[in-house]
């Protein structure tokens, strides 16, 4: 496995499901994001954790509960979801104390809510 | 605060014509400089990036960029477009010496390819 890594690619729930996004970087960086694209509107940085501590939060709600526990590894925990969260959740890494601190994207996981 | 714009929004061409894209940011220093690609249903892919020197980078797929510091603009080209080209492009900038939370995207230019 090279990259970054999000599992499940696709996710169907019901509002009162309780569910959970997983990523996975084996790029040996120290940051890793959250961020939620919607049809019609520009990427939006959710959740970040530098060296596993979280530092940003960006006002996202309470459904979304991020957990990073290790370098490599970032869930999204989602429960009680609204249908206008349905969008595209996008996971990234980082280096950041490298000269350029560039971020590497998985593929997505593509969530519905009913 | 920095802005990044991409002023099309959607562009078509056809097999085999030449590509502009353009970007334009607004921040008080150059920043660090990207364009990444977003196939449908995929990430985002990064294509290419300027940090310094050569004005003229060059990436993968074909592609490469040129900064203009007068016009704030870091216009994506491509000699010769591929019907697999078609995808959303973003450009995105990150002010230097910072990192990756910092990264400011701009709105995206969807590319249509006609046979």
């Known amino acids: 496995e090279t990259g970054v890594t999000q599992t499940p690619r696709h996710l169907v729930m019901g509002m009162t499901n309780k569910k959970s996004l997983k990523c996975e970087q084996h790029?040996?960086?120290?940051?890793m994001y959250w961020y939620k694209q919607s049809a019609k509107k520009p990427l939006e940085l959710m959740f970040v954790?530098?060296?596993?501590?979280?530092?940003e939060n960006n006002s996202v709600p309470s459904r979304f509960s991020p957990e990073c526990p290790n370098s490599s590894h970032l869930f999204l925990h989602l429960h009680t979801l609204q249908p206008e969260d349905s969008a595209l959740y996008l996971c990234?890494?980082?280096?950041?104390?490298?000269?350029?601190?560039?971020?590497?994207f998985g593929e997505g996981s593509r969530l519905t809510v009913l | 605060a920095q802005s990044v714009t991409q002023p099309d929004i959607h562009i078509t061409v056809s097999e085999g014509a030449s590509l502009e894209l353009r970007c334009n940011y607004s921040?008080?220093?150059?920043?660090?400089l990207f364009w990444y690609v977003q196939s449908p249903g995929q990430g985002l892919q990064l294509l290419l990036k300027?940090?310094?020197?050569?004005?003229l980078v060059q990436g993968i797929k074909g592609f490469e960029a040129e900064f203009k510091r007068s016009q704030s603009s870091f216009n994506l080209r491509k000699p010769s477009v591929h019907w697999s080209d078609a995808a959303e492009y973003f450009c995105?900038?990150?002010?230097?010496?910072?990192?990756?939370?910092?990264?400011?995207f701009g709105p995206g230019t969807r590319l249509s390819v006609l046979p």
């Open positions: 995105a900038v990150v002010p230097l010496g910072n990192y990756g939370q910092n990264f400011v």
């Open positions: 921040y008080g220093a150059t920043p660090y």
């Open positions: 300027y940090f310094s020197g050569d004005t």
């Open positions: 790029l040996g960086h120290n940051a």
């Open positions: 954790y530098s060296l596993e501590e979280r530092v």
């Open positions: 990234a890494s980082s280096q950041e104390d490298s000269a350029t601190g560039e971020l590497f």
